[in-house]
């Protein structure tokens, strides 16, 4: 669809068109068109109608310069008008789970609930970083000080011309549980396909979507009304435990689920059992 201000946002819908609605937000980096973890007969047994939302600059959605965190949920406002939806569901993934908060903060009348499965708290949290892979943290402060180097050293290095390169960096030192699922050559197959659909147009949007994590967030987790259904792995390397048991502590409305031996990628296991729960608040 073409936005308000002339930008492209890219969308992809899955399971049942006339299904329960749930806008679906892909970690990093992420693509609409590959962006949902289990078969999509999953999708379709559960009733739900899954629209899996590109943020700016991955994928085919257009790069907006200078978007800050409580920027995107206009985005999805007018994503959701488009479709008509008036109330909805939101859910996703690791480095999604920002977006989903911006969205639950500043459109409280129209999301109904929030699904956050192994995502990414304030960084300023305390403790926030302790835990995390080598291959997540070294380059945080690049990211959050000079986003547009970070892009271009990117690119220098060819990252974007070598997806399988830039995969293996992300998922160095993940736990066993996780480096096991993701060597599973079709779930290998399809992470690279993932990551060479959503950084098509250059590392300028991952860079940013970094920069805009790592920066002040604008609002407070306190603030937040919408209830939030939280999944975490106590294993995870990738976003720790430390940042889910935060998101729990500070959320008002939060029913969390800490799961013992499990990692980041815990949602190929507990798919079908996100969307029933997220179902059962839309039909509430």
Not at 4 to 32: H, K, M, Q
Not at 98 to 114: G, Q, S, T, W
Not at 279 to 284: C, F, G, R
């Amino acid at each position: 669809m073409r936005l308000s201000d002339g930008r492209r946002l890219w969308f992809a819908e899955y399971g049942v068109a006339d299904g329960t609605p749930l806008l679906w937000f892909p970690g990093l980096p992420g693509c609409s068109r590959h962006a949902h973890p289990a078969d999509v007969d999953v999708t379709r047994r559960c009733g739900v109608r899954l629209i899996c939302v590109e943020r700016p600059g991955f994928g085919i959605s257009d790069f907006k310069p200078g978007r800050r965190l409580l920027d995107y949920p206009a985005d999805v406002a007018e994503l959701a008008n488009s479709l008509g939806l008036a109330r909805f569901c939101i859910a996703g993934v690791s480095g999604g789970g920002p977006a989903l908060l911006a969205c639950a903060h500043e459109l409280p009348e129209r999301v109904i609930a929030v699904g956050m499965i192994g995502c990414g708290g304030p960084p300023d949290a305390p403790g926030a970083m302790d835990g995390m892979a080598r291959g997540r943290t070294r380059f945080m402060a690049l990211f959050r000080h000079a986003p547009g180097l970070a892009a271009v050293l990117m690119r220098a290095s060819g990252l974007q011309r070598n997806p399988e390169r830039f995969y293996r960096m992300m998922v160095a030192g993940l736990c066993e549980s996780d480096l096991q699922r993701v060597m599973e050559p079709s779930v290998w197959a399809q992470r690279i396909l993932d990551v060479r659909e959503a950084m098509q147009q250059g590392p300028r949007g991952f860079a940013w979507e970094i920069h805009t994590l790592l920066s002040p967030w604008g609002f407070a987790l306190r603030d937040i009304q919408v209830p939030v259904e939280l999944w975490h792995g106590e294993d995870d390397r990738s976003t720790p435990i430390s940042m889910g048991r935060h998101l729990a502590a500070a959320i008002p409305h939060c029913n969390a689920r800490f799961l013992p031996g499990e990692g980041h990628f815990l949602c190929y296991d507990h798919f079908e059992e996100i969307l029933n729960v997220m179902k059962a608040h839309a039909s509430a």
